[in-house]
């Protein structure tokens, strides 16, 4: 542990993510804050592994800043374990792997709300589909398809229901006394939300999600809901269609 007057904050980034442009913004972000106030930074890449161990040992925090596979799906907190157990930000190892895994976080959450059903699932009459692999950001590798064009699934791979809609984030910080403002994100025009999309494409807005009496608090009941049953681990955010 840093013997530092400051509290010392391992930001961990790099590694085998495919979602280098946002652990790379995150990155630089958590560490021009931390810089200006009373921590210490030390960045900590995990395309060093030898040395990732050794530097978490001698931290106070770990923040985790990798987007995709390595850093969401666990990966992080079983790093910090072997540095002596040095504590994370965020939820639990076991809501990270859970969430990162569409095959797996779908079969727990549709015992509770409903989830696209799988393009082989009976029930499932849409012509349209939607094919992504089972780990990594949601627009990662997304593809919009049709029914001949399924072919072989493997196991690392989601074909499910194709459903047309807005897509609305719901953040939850237990800390802080009121509610964060639902923001959601609109094409304009028929746009599928992939990497290319997520990227910046002009025909996609972010904004705050108009009050509707309805739709607000059914998006903030099953945030609520979900939230409670994982755990009520730290911040976390659901996306909602």
Avoid at 9 to 20: H, K
Avoid at 160 to 166: H, Y
Avoid at 180 to 205: F, Q
């Amino acid at each position: 542990m840093s013997t530092d007057s400051s509290i010392s904050i391992a930001v961990v980034t790099g590694g085998p993510t495919m979602e280098v442009e946002g652990t790379t913004a995150s990155t630089e972000a958590v560490v021009a804050f931390l810089e200006t106030s009373n921590f210490r930074p030390v960045v900590v890449d995990l395309a060093q592994l030898d040395e990732a161990v050794s530097l978490l040992s001698d931290c106070d925090v770990v923040f985790n800043a990798v987007h995709g596979r390595g850093g969401e799906d666990g990966g992080v907190h079983y790093l910090a374990a072997l540095a002596g157990n040095v504590p994370v930000t965020g939820p639990a190892w076991w809501v990270h792997s859970l969430g990162a895994d569409k095959i797996g976080f779908k079969a727990w959450a549709s015992q509770y709300v409903r989830v696209p059903r799988n393009h082989d699932e009976p029930g499932q009459v849409s012509h349209r589909l939607i094919r992504k692999p089972r780990f990594g950001g949601g627009s990662i590798g997304l593809e919009l398809l049709t029914v001949d064009q399924v072919g072989v699934v493997g196991a690392d791979t989601v074909v499910e229901e194709f459903i047309a809609g807005r897509i609305v984030t719901c953040c939850i910080y237990p800390r802080l006394a009121r509610r964060m403002p639902l923001l959601t994100i609109e094409p304009n025009g028929p746009v599928v939300y992939d990497e290319a999309a997520k990227r910046g494409r002009s025909d996609v807005a972010y904004r705050p999600m108009p009050v509707a009496a309805g739709w607000t608090e059914r998006v903030w009941a099953g945030s609520a809901r979900l939230y409670g049953l994982l755990g009520g681990c730290g911040p976390i955010r659901f996306d909602w269609i």
